[in-house]
């Protein structure tokens, strides 16, 4: 699952709770101490307590239609319960109300659980405000492949066929090293249709031989995420029509395979198996032209992709790639005194 919901897209929407409010004997942050303010998504909770329960509370938060959601989603769940009830609502609580959140979007429903504990937190010990921090976002994650692969080393070494770029077979040799090690169908795990491993190798590797690539495969293989097919359109309006029709069959395959591995956890050139994230932009740049013009603000490749979906569907998100860059920022995050 990868697209807004209708269950989701009905949370993000719902605002009766978002807001401040006055005279609360909470409030919990996420995402505003130090240098996290207008660097990453943020989540601000207030709440009124009485008789050991909430009686009122309020949220404002900044970012995704999921982290809107789930904020949402958090509200209602609190709202009049006792402080001990809410101490115990978790993640879980919040994405079965809202029907499940894409693996690559938990962090939306942690964003909203540690924003509510931290403003029981305050009311709990009469500090006005508590700040709490989650793991960074845009956490760094070690590559998957690199140029001592294996299965890498012997895709390149091979003889490059005329008028192929050596950063199509980069690209490609690293996709599949990591299809290839997910699972013995590698072009399920990329988006392909049958006959696009046996062309890629050919095409770039000059290779007809499809039997030495299960030497590097696994026993068994990982589940494969369904492809997010709602960004593929969009993604396959991308493809040149124009020009040489290798790097137009070339930029097809891109196409599918960026709807795919947009499935999997984590950064998306990652997901790739590329050495480092440039490597990925450069490729799009280089086979996807008009979807590298469309991300003119530099974007998070997978951020923006979403942004389109959710765009598409009726969803709101922030139209800057970063907090600090919305003019909105201070205004929606003014300190509440």
């Not at 809410?86 to 993640?91: C, E, F, M, V, Y």
């Not at 005329?162 to 690293?174: K, S, V």
Request: aromatic share 6%; with cysteine.
């Amino acid at each position: 699952m990868s697209e807004y919901t209708e269950t989701i897209r009905r949370w993000a929407a719902d605002t009766r709770r978002a807001g401040t409010l006055a005279e609360a004997q909470g409030v919990g942050e996420v995402g505003l101490g130090g240098d996290e303010a207008g660097s990453r998504l943020a989540a601000r909770f207030f709440l009124r307590i009485h008789d050991d329960h909430i009686a009122d509370l309020r949220y404002q938060v900044f970012g995704c239609g999921f982290s809107m959601a789930a904020c949402a989603a958090a509200a209602e769940l609190a709202l009049l319960r006792s402080t001990t009830q809410a101490r115990d609502l978790g993640t879980d609580d919040i994405e079965t109300l809202l029907g499940g959140l894409p693996p690559e979007r938990g962090y939306c429903a942690e964003l909203a659980v540690a924003a509510l504990h931290a403003a029981l937190d305050a009311a709990r010990e009469h500090v006005g405000r508590v700040e709490k921090t989650l793991k960074p976002e845009d956490h760094q994650e070690e590559p998957r492949v690199d140029p001592d692969h294996p299965l890498y080393r012997s895709l390149m070494n091979r003889p490059c066929p005329p008028g192929i770029d050596a950063r199509d077979r980069h690209l490609f040799a690293c996709l599949l090293c990591v299809a290839v090690a997910e699972t013995r169908q590698p072009a399920a795990a990329l988006g392909l249709p049958d006959g696009a491993i046996a062309d890629l190798l050919q095409t770039l590797f000059a290779c007809k031989d499809l039997d030495w690539l299960a030497d590097h495969a696994p026993l068994a293989s990982q589940p494969v995420p369904r492809m997010a097919e709602e960004l593929l359109p969009f993604l396959l309006a991308q493809v040149p029509t124009e020009g040489d029709a290798v790097q137009r069959r070339l930029a097809g395959y891109l196409a599918r395979i960026i709807a795919a591995r947009a499935a999997y956890p984590g950064h998306l050139w990652v997901a790739m198996g590329l050495f480092e994230r440039p490597q990925l932009t450069a490729a799009i740049t280089r086979l996807l032209p008009s979807l590298a013009a469309a991300n003119h603000q530099g974007m998070r490749w997978k951020r923006f992709l979403y942004k389109q979906l959710c765009e598409q569907q009726g969803g709101r998100l922030c139209k800057a790639p970063a907090c600090g860059l919305c003019s909105d920022y201070a205004l929606c995050f003014a300190s509440p005194g």
